[in-house]
Every structure is written in C-alpha cells, then in structure tokens.
C-alpha cells in the first residue's frame, strides 16, 4: 500500500541553525511530492512541490527539497531557521496516474528556539 | 480575493443527527477535496473531485457523503454522526489536474457528543 512516512514527529532547532525535515514514500508507480506548512490556527499552505526535472526544488521562504528516487525521499531543508518558521510541516504524495487521491505524512512539528 | 470558504467554522452536535459542513470556493477550480486532520495522524483524504458530478473516495470515507453539483461548491454531509468523527475538517481546491498547489479552506472543528 502506498504511504508517506515523516518519523520526526517534533524536532526543535536553534535560530540560525539549519534544518533538515524527513520525507519517504512507498509507492509502485511514480507520484508527484509535495510540503505544506501549516501555522498554528491556520488552514495549509503550498511550500514547495516536484513534478518532474530537476530533483532540487526551491520553495517559499527559504526551502528547498530533493527528491530522490533510489531512496523514495523528499527531505525538506532550511540553511538558518527564524523563530517564525515554528509551525507543522506536512509531506505528501499524488499519483502520477490512475487516481488523483493525495496522501499526506502525519506531519513534523518544528519548534524554532531563540 | 481568492479564496476557499467553509461553514460553519466550529459546531458541536449529537450522535446521529445528519449535519452538512459546506464549502465554496471562488477560484473556479475543477478540484476540490475533503480532509480530515487528527493528533498523529496528520491529514486524511475523505473524498475529492475532479469536476462536476465527478467524485471519488479517499482514504477514510466510511460515514460521510459528498456531493458536486456545482463546479464552486463541494459540501460534506455526515448522515449519522459518531463520537470518531469527532475532529478538524478542511477543504481545498486546486485547479489543472490537481498537480497546483492546493488552498486550503480555514477548517471546520467538529465535536460530536
């Protein structure tokens, strides 16, 4: 069965650190990937998404991810956090065909630290 | 503005009494789509929709319905509620085959006693 798995259920960081937020799928055919972040009270917003091409993909604020496809992962990376990137992160998944369902990761809740 | 709606925001009911959360949006998007957000278990798909008169399941359908007709609103209808329904729903909507990103609706948080 396809799914997404995020292990880092919580990982605080200082401000200025780096951070790296991990994503792997399991799937049989290819998908598409994606990272929403969602701010406390708030609905999710789009931070970055692969669809094909290059496997390094620049987001809002800072982001980027890439994909690798031997490893079935996207991990989310940020050089120097700010206290306002404190938020969850959700990775997820759309098939390339046959469905247009998505699945979403249970999320990673970063905490930035001053 | 662009925006996803949903309504009503917050609403407490009783098991069993058939409540419909509604949501529009005014981006003229083929898809739209339910989710269902729960403590460590992040985001479920309920159902979704390519287009008018065009739904499909999602991972956790069981209890609810969906209905499309029209292209703007896409309202989830839970006939019998139970305590497990008990959560935050979203809805979004994205345009081009879904592959855009999705804007995601303020959420709806639902208690069922």
């Known amino acids: 069965a396809q799914s997404v798995t995020q292990l880092d259920s919580q990982v605080p960081v200082f401000e200025e650190a780096p951070v790296e937020l991990r994503c792997n799928y399991s799937?049989?055919?290819?998908?598409?990937l994606f990272w929403y972040v969602q701010y406390p009270n708030q609905g999710l917003q789009l931070l970055l998404k692969?669809?094909?091409?290059?496997?390094l993909v620049k987001g809002i604020n800072g982001f980027e991810a890439e994909f690798n496809k031997s490893q079935t992962s996207f991990h989310l990376r940020k050089p120097s956090v700010h206290i306002s990137d404190t938020a969850e992160y959700f990775c997820?998944?759309?098939?390339?065909?046959?469905?247009?369902?998505?699945?979403f990761g249970t999320g990673t809740r970063l905490k930035v630290l001053a | 503005e662009a925006q996803v709606t949903q309504n009503p925001r917050y609403l407490i009911t009783v098991t069993g009494k058939k409540l419909t959360v509604t949501c529009s949006q005014n981006?003229?998007?083929?898809?739209m789509s339910w989710y269902r957000q729960d403590p460590g278990l992040g985001l479920r798909q309920i159902y979704y929709?390519?287009?008018?008169?065009?739904?499909d399941k999602g991972d956790v359908p069981e209890g609810y319905k969906v209905s499309r007709k029209e292209k703007r609103n896409f309202p989830l209808i839970l006939e019998s509620p139970s305590p497990n329904q008990t959560s935050l729903y979203f809805c979004?909507?994205?345009?081009?085959?879904?592959?855009?990103?999705?804007?995601f609706g303020p959420g709806t948080r639902l208690t069922v006693t």
């Open positions: 929709s390519m287009n008018v008169e065009v739904t």
């Open positions: 979004a909507s994205s345009s081009q085959g879904a592959v855009n990103e999705q804007y």
């Open positions: 997820a998944v759309r098939f390339t065909s046959g469905t247009y369902k998505y699945i």
């Open positions: 981006m003229n998007h083929e898809y």
């Open positions: 692969y669809l094909s091409g290059s496997t």
């Open positions: 799937s049989s055919v290819s998908v598409y």
